[in-house]
Structure formats: structure tokens, C-alpha cells
Nanobody
Framework: QVNLVESGGGLVQAGGSLRLSCAASVSTFRNYALGWFRQSPGKDRKMVAAIRWSGGTTYYSDSVKGRFTISRDNAKNTVYLQMNSLKPEDTAAYVC??????????????????WGQGTQVTVSS
């Protein structure tokens, strides 16, 4: 079992920045791929960013590429999402997810085994 706890969400003006954190309670954290997803009311959950267990390869949705950066600190069992140049359309609940090993598709939520509760990000115009 992997417990994931997100933090760092909040209200920010357009153009601003936030950094989300996701702490995992598992001793084998380095064996998991990690992803950030977001979901708005009435919309499907979408992958935002993901990172391999080694941290050497990252994946981004086209909508955030160049603005968001995912990283991980295996010593702290934590994955981060640095969000810059935020837009109102980035408003959503952001959820952290973990997948054992190397998922077949980092962009699909069905590839992930564990999920956090989420943290709300609201970007005002």
C-alpha cells in the first residue's frame, strides 16, 4: 500500500507560480513512477506530468509543456510539480499518482495503482 499526500495548492493570479508537493509513505519509493493529474468539474481526469522511477525521463501534456516541471527527491519520498505562468484554465484539483515499475502508458490514469486525495489550484484572471 502506498499513501500519497499532496500539498501546495491555493489561489494565485494568472501569470503566477505554485509548487505542489506529494509525499509518499513507502520505503521503496524509488521503484515507482509518479504522475500528476488534474480534474475540473464535468471534465475527465487528464495527465499533466509524469516522471520515471529513475527521474531521468519526464512526460508532459501539451497544455503545460514549457510551463510546468516535474521532479522527484527519492531521499525525501517526494515528487514536486513546479507550475509557472499559470492560466485560468489550469484551475483544477491536482492529484498525485504512483505506478509500480515502468507503466505502459504514462499518460493514462489506468496505468497508475495509487492515488492521493488531491489539492485544489485556482487561478484567477
Amino acid at each position: 500500500q502506498v499513501n500519497l499526500v499532496e500539498s501546495g495548492g491555493g489561489l494565485v493570479q494568472a501569470g503566477g507560480s505554485l509548487r505542489l508537493s506529494c509525499a509518499a509513505s513507502v520505503s521503496t519509493f524509488r521503484n515507482y513512477a509518479l504522475g500528476w493529474f488534474r480534474q475540473s468539474p464535468g471534465k475527465d481526469r487528464k495527465m499533466v506530468a509524469a516522471i520515471r522511477w529513475s527521474g531521468g525521463t519526464t512526460y508532459y501534456s501539451d497544455s503545460v509543456k514549457g510551463r510546468f516541471t516535474i521532479s522527484r527527491d527519492n531521499a525525501k519520498n517526494t515528487v514536486y510539480l513546479q507550475m509557472n505562468s499559470l492560466k485560468p484554465e489550469d484551475t483544477a484539483a491536482y492529484v498525485c499518482a504512483a505506478a509500480a515499475g515502468n507503466p505502459s502508458n504514462y499518460y493514462s490514469d489506468v496505468a497508475y495503482d495509487y492515488w492521493g486525495q488531491g489539492t485544489q489550484v485556482t487561478v484567477s484572471s
